[in-house]
């Protein structure tokens, strides 16, 4: 068991800490033998899995809180604080409570004498195997404080990159997904009130109109249940999408989108360009680091495409020999890599491969915003066009008529 205590010693200088004993009077014992007075002691309390559980759902940890957590580590490492010192300063100034906890475990851990990577790779769904790997990189080597901000420039770069993406595409789908709603409450229970008045007076109307009052009244009597079932769809895709095939074919699926399928590429591309060239640059060897970025690529296609370059590097042959066998693969990066790998500089030009690539993200994410705009209103008012033509132009024909 651990104990916190606060006890004094001979010149009644107070101190604090933690003591590992059987049982309380163990720990006094401890103390006692190390000419201190105890003050107060008592069982240091684990953490809930429980709650730990809560927190975690809650809260989470995302992509900045981490790179303020590793950026904060550097800093405190390279002014010479001792690791335990510096994760106790970074807990007290974190806001996330399961981010806390996951802190606390460490500093735990590493009292304990497990090293900073054991006490990393204990929490998977925190930290990615690239920074385990990297901090362990950096404690053989003897760099940390430099692998720790590697870790955190590359965190940064892809949180860029991926809030770029969500950006642009925000739009988009927030318009849409207001007008579905808006045109969903108009056809259920406005157009039906609109159209009363062809069914009271009994006059000729157009086809189109006459097809648009038949969707109006069937939704205003099975509105509920076309909404049962739309929701029942959407659920059903997020369900496939979440299982192993569906993500799969999900992944393939996005990177050939008309526009948005180069947005997605380009963003891979980049995202393994950087990651691998910080692996390298951090010591660690070239199968280990294919293997690692494979695991955190998030595409399927790209991560088979990159497993079978693990082989035919174990195998003695090149990277770029394989990435010129797959589509997916833009003819540049495989040139850029051949020169790479023939002039063992493959580090410098990920690096630069990864910067033209975030560079083009960028640009086309602009463009996206810009493009969208007008084809969105495009869309809107062919929709608002389709109820003048449908609903009003009759009426008014009407209107003249009795008139």
Do not use: C
Not at 26 to 39: F, R, S, T, Y
Not at 183 to 208: C, E, H, M, Q
Not at 378 to 390: N, P
């Amino acid at each position: 068991m651990k104990f916190i205590f606060k006890a004094k010693d001979q010149n009644g200088i107070v101190k604090e800490g933690k003591i590992e004993a059987i049982n309380k009077e163990g720990a006094i014992l401890v103390l006692q033998k190390n000419n201190l007075i105890p003050m107060n002691i008592f069982q240091e309390e684990k953490t809930s899995k429980l709650l730990k559980g809560f927190q975690k759902i809650w809260e989470g940890i995302n992509q900045k809180e981490l790179v303020i957590f590793f950026r904060g580590l550097s800093i405190l490492i390279d002014a010479k604080v001792p690791i335990v010192m510096a994760l106790k300063t970074i807990e007290k100034q974190t806001d996330n409570k399961f981010f806390q906890i996951v802190i606390m475990e460490m500093i735990q851990d590493i009292e304990d004498g497990m090293s900073f990577s054991e006490s990393l790779g204990k929490h998977p769904d925190v930290f990615s195997s690239l920074m385990i790997n990297m901090v362990k990189s950096g404690e053989v080597s003897g760099n940390l404080q430099k692998s720790i901000l590697y870790i955190a420039d590359n965190i940064e770069k892809n949180y860029q990159l991926t809030s770029k993406i969500k950006s642009a595409l925000f739009y988009p789908v927030f318009v849409i997904g207001v007008s579905f709603i808006i045109g969903f409450v108009v056809i259920s229970f406005i157009l039906p009130r609109l159209t009363i008045i062809f069914k009271d007076l009994n006059v000729a109307i157009p086809w189109y109109t006459k097809l648009l009052m038949a969707v109006g009244d069937f939704m205003s009597q099975y509105w509920w249940a076309v909404l049962i079932a739309i929701i029942g769809f959407i659920l059903g895709i997020i369900y496939y999408v979440k299982t192993e095939d569906g993500k799969k074919e999900w992944e393939q699926w996005k990177i050939k989108l008309p526009v948005l399928g180069k947005l997605f590429r380009n963003l891979y591309i980049s995202r393994f360009a950087d990651n691998f060239s910080v692996l390298l640059l951090g010591g660690i060897p070239i199968t280990r680091a294919l293997l690692i970025v494979s695991e955190i690529i998030e595409n399927s296609v790209y991560q088979s495409i990159i497993l079978k370059a693990v082989d035919e590097v174990k195998a003695g042959g090149d990277i770029s020999s394989i990435f010129a066998k797959s589509s997916d693969i833009p003819p540049v990066v495989t040139r850029m890599l051949k020169i790479g790998e023939e002039t063992g500089k493959i580090s410098e030009i990920l690096r630069k491969v990864a910067s033209f690539y975030e560079e083009e993200t960028d640009r086309m994410t602009k463009t996206l915003s810009t493009l969208i705009e007008p084809v969105l209103i495009i869309i809107l008012g062919i929709g608002v066009a389709i109820m003048v033509f449908a609903i009003l132009m009759p009426i008014y024909n009407i209107a003249d008529r009795l008139g």
